[in-house]
């Protein structure tokens, strides 16, 4: 498990954008499914985009196709979460997480937080 840290959350009016990013110092993301999860309080942690870093393959939940985008560094230890046109339903605590290595995003991964071993603390978006 490596400590992961996020950035880059904060307050936006509806349509506004936001980049997070994700960064575990010292460590270089390379062939991990890596992902952004986003949990409302009194809901289960819910994925939203992911990208295996071996390929570059990304995948999103359909409510946030067209306006995220999960991208890496070129030096594959910063992931980022481009986030476009906000809406209010995006509010939430963003979560970085990462599969173990070699593991793909394969399956359920949106709905399967169990499946990836290293988180970060979270970073508060708010869309209002």
């Known amino acids: 498990q ?38 409302d309080p009194g809901k289960e942690r819910e994925g939203v985009a992911a990208m295996y870093t071996g390929s570059g ?22 992931l980022y979460l481009q986030m476009n046109n906000l809406k209010p339903e995006d509010t939430g605590i963003y979560y970085c997480a990462a599969r173990p290595f070699l593991l793909s995003c394969a399956g359920d991964w949106s709905s399967t937080p169990e499946t990836f071993a290293s988180w970060g603390h979270g970073t508060q978006v708010t869309v209002s």
């Not at 954008?17 to 993301?29: H, I, N, Q, T, V």
Request: with cysteine; proline share 3%; glycine share 14%.
């Open 57 to 78: 393959t990304t995948y999103y939940v359909d409510s946030v196709k067209g306006r995220f985008t999960i991208s890496q560094d070129n030096s594959e230890t910063t």
């Open 2 to 39: 490596v400590q992961l840290v996020e950035s880059g959350g904060g307050s936006v009016q509806p349509g506004g954008s936001l980049r997070l990013s994700c960064a575990a110092p010292g460590y270089k993301w390379s062939r991990h499914c890596m992902g952004w999860f986003r949990q």
